[in-house]
């Protein structure tokens, strides 16, 4: 009953380092998606990966890669890190792309000093 | 103009009382809407999903769509202390990218 598991759950980067974040999922789910939750802006996607072996862009990809390792992970990478990428970072999965009943993991909360 | 639009809030209401949380969104040709409810240092949870206009209730919780305004919003009944959350609006993108655009969250404060 683990759902969408995400390591870490806090991390502290200087500029400059790299990192990646990473995410799994156990419901046999297709898609899988990060966001980044700031203050008073909400829930901004980052990558999605509509089905293993796809990935695309979201609102705000610059600084980032993913990959999609196989069916049930989804990794983040920051390169090199800038203090704008401070952030909490979401994974979430669903069954395919048109089902919106996302499951969300616990979340990272990574501060670039 | 933002996709999804909420009052930030906080939202406040006793013990009891109705609380209702509104989103706007921009694209006419969105079809379907979803409530997330998020607890303080928590993730999102979906509480909530509407595909046609007019009413659709689920215990205490009722989503209200109203296509032609572009509005819709969420009514929660008899509001317990443990509503106190944020509640973020969720829209699927008509065209392009294919994954839910989330409005900012209203936060709601039910005082006891």
């Known amino acids: 009953n683990a759902g969408v598991t995400q390591t870490p759950k806090f991390q502290v980067l200087k500029t400059g380092q790299s990192m990646t974040l990473q995410c799994a999922q156990d419901?046999?789910?297709?898609?899988m998606y990060w966001y980044r939750q700031d203050p008073g802006m909400g829930l901004r996607l980052i990558y999605y990966?509509?089905?293993?072996?796809?990935?695309d862009k979201g609102e705000v990809p610059n600084g980032y890669n993913v990959s999609r390792l196989n069916k049930r992970e989804f990794s983040l990478r920051l390169e090199s890190a800038a203090p704008s990428q401070t952030s909490v970072y979401f994974c979430?999965?669903?069954?395919?792309?048109?089902?919106?009943?996302?499951?969300f993991g616990s979340g990272t909360r990574l501060t670039v000093v | 103009q933002k996709e999804v639009e909420q009052n930030s809030g906080p939202l406040s209401v006793p013990e009891g009382a109705i609380a209702s949380l509104n989103c706007t969104y921009s694209?006419?040709?969105?079809?379907?809407f979803f409530w997330y409810r998020q607890y303080s240092g928590k993730s999102p949870e979906l509480i909530m999903s509407?595909?046609?206009?007019g009413d659709k209730e689920d215990g205490r919780f009722t989503a209200q769509l109203n296509k032609a305004s572009q509005y819709v919003s969420l009514l929660i009944r008899d509001s317990q202390p443990s509503d106190s959350a944020t509640y973020l609006c969720?829209?699927?993108?008509?065209?392009?990218?294919?994954?839910?655009?989330f409005g900012s969250g209203t936060r709601l404060q039910v005082q006891p």
């Open positions: 990966s509509a089905s293993e072996g796809t990935t």
């Open positions: 509407i595909y046609s206009n």
């Open positions: 979430a999965s669903s069954r395919g792309p048109l089902d919106y009943g996302y499951t």
């Open positions: 694209d006419r040709g969105s079809q379907s």
């Open positions: 419901m046999n789910h297709n898609s």
């Open positions: 969720a829209v699927p993108p008509f065209t392009g990218r294919r994954a839910l655009t």
